[in-house]
């Protein structure tokens, strides 16, 4: 049985792209219309998210929807950037840098069990954003830009990271876009070979 997380789509909205920053980003997919449109949908997706909604005051109540707008907008900018290989724009990296500013916490150091241990904070413990941009950080520092793709199917406008051993992932979701495409081309093999 597979877990909310573990799904391509929980509470009805997408989380495909492998990375929490690329599901932020594809929170407002041109087929399914904007999740984040109001703070009852953020609220929503924090949780799908797996985020908590009073982190840092920015939860569902706290929620600045400009804000959240804004980070998700340069977020897909600078998808595209590091798809590309291309220089992102000063302002996006200094709106992710305002966050990450926000939110930082220092590591702790604890002895516990007979050994010392580093303990930082979970991205569930922070604020949303500050989460969000910290997962888009870790992965700026070690991505593979050939692996950031947008899915094939061109009535489709989300994005993922290709996580797949052999790197040859084409759609969003196997469940959703992949199975439409297999359909089509089933239908349309059919088609040639009643016309043949």
């Known amino acids: 049985?597979?877990?909310?997380?573990?799904?391509?789509?929980?509470?009805?909205?997408?989380?495909?792209?492998?990375?929490?920053?690329?599901?932020?980003?594809?929170?407002?997919?041109?087929?399914?219309?904007?999740?984040?449109?109001?703070?009852?949908?953020?609220t929503r997706w924090l949780a799908a998210a797996g985020l908590k909604a009073g982190a840092g005051g920015k939860g569902a109540a706290g929620a600045n929807l400009a804000e959240v707008h804004t980070l998700r907008a340069a977020l897909a900018r600078l998808f595209d950037a590091?798809?590309?290989?291309?220089?992102?724009?000063?302002?996006?990296?200094?709106?992710?840098?305002?966050?990450?500013?926000?939110?930082?916490?220092p590591p702790r150091l604890s002895w516990r069990d007979g050994g010392l241990l580093v303990e930082r904070q979970e991205a569930g413990d922070m604020d949303p954003l500050a989460a969000i941009s910290t997962d888009f950080a870790d992965f700026a520092a070690q991505?593979?830009?050939?692996?950031?793709?947008?899915?094939?199917?061109?009535e489709c406008s989300l994005i993922f990271y290709d996580t797949a051993r052999n790197g040859t992932r084409r759609w969003c979701s196997m469940s959703a876009c992949g199975n439409r495409h297999k359909v089509r081309s089933h239908r349309m093999r059919a088609a040639k070979l009643e016309c043949s």
């Not at 991505?143 to 061109?154: F, I």
Request: hydrophobic share 40%; aromatic share 8%.
């Open 143 to 154: 991505h593979e830009s050939a692996r950031l793709r947008h899915c094939a199917n061109p």
């Open 1 to 42: 049985m597979t877990t909310p997380q573990d799904s391509d789509f929980r509470d009805g909205m997408p989380f495909l792209g492998s990375r929490l920053w690329i599901d932020f980003a594809n929170s407002a997919p041109v087929a399914l219309g904007d999740f984040l449109a109001t703070p009852e949908g953020w």
């Open 82 to 105: 590091l798809r590309t290989g291309s220089r992102p724009a000063a302002s996006d990296l200094d709106l992710v840098n305002q966050y990450l500013a926000a939110g930082a916490t």
